[in-house]
């Protein structure tokens, strides 16, 4: 049975690949590149191949009648892509672990629909036309991990969503309005990627996020005007990159202490009030390119562990001495190894070398001439 082996290493690889394990702002997770790039052919083709040279007996296959039709059923993977599907099918076997209805004309999802699928682990419902959720849809999927909802009709966050569920991308939907506990009865989440819906600072209800201990938060590419000021305190990442906000007021990051990551990158940036940044003494990457930034957010000589601030395609047009580096020795814990300044009106032969004298490398240095 060395397929089904193969198949759980996949599996946990999928799950060790979280949200957050990829490049600074262009993350994807494994399952939406392997969906991406691998077509069910593809994946069929990928699982033959791990069939062959494996096994010398016949290995057992699903009952071809339990299978929906059209569908492929292999190592308890259920795939029905891209087969004009308006509804989901009947059938999918109780022992399913994943479940791919991707690229369909699915609408709706019903009461029944996934009655029985105790044991499914991810549900791809990526790219249909869904704008309606029974409320109990959910509920027999006690072992959801992952739920993949991109690409789709949604106006809000499901309701009832299983209390396993580790990861969950809504991207590309309708959502205005997160209601107060939507995610109530959750515990503990990994991910959310809600960008690339139309959402407002006013569509999070106050206790929208209410009880939810969540590590990664990315609301890119949506209406937002300010910092949300009600996300999870336990926030590590969080991204707000391609939204409006025009400034980072005092009590804006108070609540997300936790935060390694932040990313406000092409936002109307014109100041970060001073103090701002104090409360993230945990920060490790700091992301206000593409901004309208006049000076380098003062407090950063004060952030003992941060290590990479983009501020390139701003309007800097002076850099001081201690922008970014304490007087002290041994302040700071870890030395930069990335900043970026280019794209600003500043000189850079007027830069003192000795503002970036707790750079690790002199490469880290993204710096270039000013071009009008
Ligand atoms: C920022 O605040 C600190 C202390 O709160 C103060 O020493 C510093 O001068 C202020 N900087 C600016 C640019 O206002
Ligand atoms: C850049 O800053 C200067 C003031 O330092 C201001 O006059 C100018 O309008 C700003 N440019 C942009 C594009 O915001």
């Not at 994946?43 to 494996?54: T, V």
Request: with cysteine.
């Amino acid at each position: 049975m060395l397929p089904h082996c193969s198949l759980l290493l996949f599996l946990s690889v999928a799950s060790l690949l979280s949200c957050s394990s990829a490049l600074p702002f262009e993350q994807k997770g494994f399952w939406d590149f392997a969906m991406d790039t691998m077509d069910s052919v593809g994946m069929m083709a990928m699982m033959r191949d791990e069939e062959e040279g494996s096994a010398v007996e016949e290995i057992p296959t699903t009952d071809v009648s339990m299978c929906p039709f059209g569908c492929h059923c292999r190592l308890r993977i259920v795939q029905c892509s891209d087969l004009g599907l308006t509804e989901v099918p009947k059938n999918i076997p109780s022992d399913t672990r994943f479940l791919d209805l991707q690229n369909n004309h699915i609408t709706e999802l019903r009461e029944n629909d996934f009655k029985g699928l105790s044991n499914l682990y991810g549900l791809s419902l990526r790219n249909n036309l869904i704008s309606k959720v029974h409320p109990k849809t959910f509920v027999p999927l006690r072992s959801m991990q992952k739920l993949y909802f991109s690409k789709n009709l949604l106006t809000t966050i499901p309701k009832n969503l299983p209390a396993s569920l580790v990861e969950l991308r809504i991207h590309e939907n309708r959502i205005k309005k997160v209601e107060a506990g939507a995610f109530a009865g959750l515990r503990s989440m990994n991910c959310i990627e809600m960008g690339a819906n139309p959402i407002q600072n006013s569509g999070f209800e106050p206790g929208a996020f209410k009880g939810l201990k969540l590590n990664f938060l990315r609301i890119s590419e949506a209406k937002l005007t300010g910092v949300p000021k009600d996300l999870p305190e336990s926030l590590h990442e969080l991204h707000l990159d391609h939204n409006q906000i025009q400034a980072i007021e005092l009590e804006d990051l108070s609540r997300y202490r936790n935060l390694y990551r932040l990313g406000l990158g092409f936002n109307h940036i014109r100041n970060i009030e001073n103090g701002s940044l104090s409360y993230l003494p945990m920060l490790r990457e700091l992301h206000l390119d593409n901004n309208r930034l006049t000076r380098v957010p003062t407090g950063l000589p004060d952030m003992k562990y941060l290590q990479v601030v983009y501020l390139h395609t701003n309007n800097i047009s002076q850099v001081g001495v201690d922008d970014f580096c304490p007087r002290g020795f041994g302040m700071k814990r870890t030395f930069y190894n990335g900043i970026s300044l280019f794209a600003n009106p500043v000189n850079y032969w007027e830069v003192q070398p000795a503002t970036f004298r707790c750079v690790s490398d002199r490469l880290a240095i993204q710096f270039g001439n000013y071009k009008k």
